[in-house]
């Protein structure tokens, strides 16, 4: 997630993800052209099994790896999570007051570690990111808190 605009009146962030998605999706399709042109071998199970294979590919990167808008309009009192995918594209608003600070949720899994940056609302969590991401946003996380913090 980065910042792209930092004002008093709205505070923009984005995640593109450009080359990671981009790889997903080429596995994603080169399994399905293995499996309609038969490149991979010549039995009905191995050409089905690709192409399984290549869907589901494709179906993970569409559902958990979306372009993702976060924007803190002062003036409108709202902040706007917009998910862009290719087909149903989501959205949600929150008001500002209900947003009590930023922070990292954390999860350990063998030696390593994950981040996804959360809302903390009224003893609840709002997640910004799908998933865990092995680079902690800092700096992310302190320019949401500053800027919800900010005197106006």
């Known amino acids: 997630m980065k910042i792209i605009e930092n004002t008093d009146d709205k505070l923009l962030l984005s995640s593109r993800p450009w080359l990671f998605v981009g790889v997903i999706w080429l596995g994603g399709i080169g399994m399905i052209s293995n499996a309609v042109f038969a490149m991979g071998g010549d039995t009905v199970a191995m050409r089905l099994l690709a192409m399984a294979i290549g869907l589901g590919i494709c179906w993970l990167a569409w559902r958990y790896i979306p372009f993702i808008t976060v924007e803190f309009n002062r003036p409108r009192g709202q902040m706007l999570h917009q998910s862009h995918r290719l087909v149903y594209p989501g959205w949600f608003k929150l008001d500002l007051n ?55």
């Open 98 to 152: 209900r947003i009590q600070r930023a922070r990292l949720e954390a999860q350990w899994s063998g030696s390593s570690r994950t981040t996804r940056l959360v809302l903390e609302i009224e003893g609840d969590v709002v997640p910004l990111e799908y998933g865990g991401k092995a680079k902690a946003h800092y700096d992310v996380v302190e320019a949401i808190n500053e800027w919800l913090t900010r005197p106006v």
